[in-house]
């Protein structure tokens, strides 16, 4: 399974959540695949995704933030980790495509292989953490964890693209992103919240 079948297996499931995606093939590659109005592309800033999505799910507690990270920006801000464990969000989902290599740069190793990322928010205080391997599991898992109350992380293990792959960039302007995105939740708030249910 590589980052495109994860991808394909996970967006479908998303319903109405607001999905803050890491920078690199994580963004282009969910951009090709569907281009939601919910979805926040990190353009440049690597590692940042985790800690936007959680200013999101903190000042919206009654919408479903996903975040579409991968192991490289993890390990970049491991501190994300803690502070997502400590402030337990209950809307955050916390996804990791984790293929151990930084792939929208060449294929250069992370040490994700040497670091199970799974233990390290289990041991942050995430509600839920785990791991899958494979396309069956990771549509059990991820239609679970976003039914339920987190913060949950889900290390999702990829297969790196070895041949160079020719993937769209990103079409729309960053100040476009931003503003789409806000409207988005700006309807959430007219439609008195969507995602969460108490």
Not at 2 to 14: D, G, H, K, Y
Not at 123 to 142: C, F, H, I, K, N
Request: charged share 25%.
């Amino acid at each position: 399974m590589n980052l495109a079948q994860a991808l394909s297996i996970v967006i479908p499931a998303l319903q109405d959540a607001l999905v803050v995606h890491a920078n690199g093939f994580i963004s282009r590659e969910s951009f090709n695949l569907e281009d939601r109005l919910g979805n926040f592309y990190m353009i440049g800033s690597m590692g940042l995704a985790s800690s936007i999505a959680l200013g999101v799910a903190l000042s919206k507690p009654e919408r479903r933030v996903v975040v579409f990270d991968g192991d490289g920006n993890v390990l970049m801000n491991m501190g994300a980790l803690a502070l997502i464990g400590a402030q337990q969000p209950r809307n955050l989902v916390h996804l990791v495509f984790d293929n151990e290599v930084y792939g929208s740069t060449g294929n250069q190793p992370t040490i994700s292989s040497r670091v199970a990322l799974d233990k390290v928010a289990r041991a942050s205080g995430y509600v839920d953490a785990r791991r899958v391997e494979d396309a069956d599991q990771l549509r059990a898992a991820a239609q679970e964890l976003l039914a339920k109350d987190g913060p949950s992380f889900l290390l999702i293990k990829i297969e790196p693209d070895r041949e160079e792959r020719h993937i769209g960039r990103i079409t729309h302007e960053p100040q476009h992103i931003v503003s789409r995105f806000m409207k988005e939740i700006e309807r959430g708030d007219r439609e008195g919240g969507l995602g969460i249910r108490d």
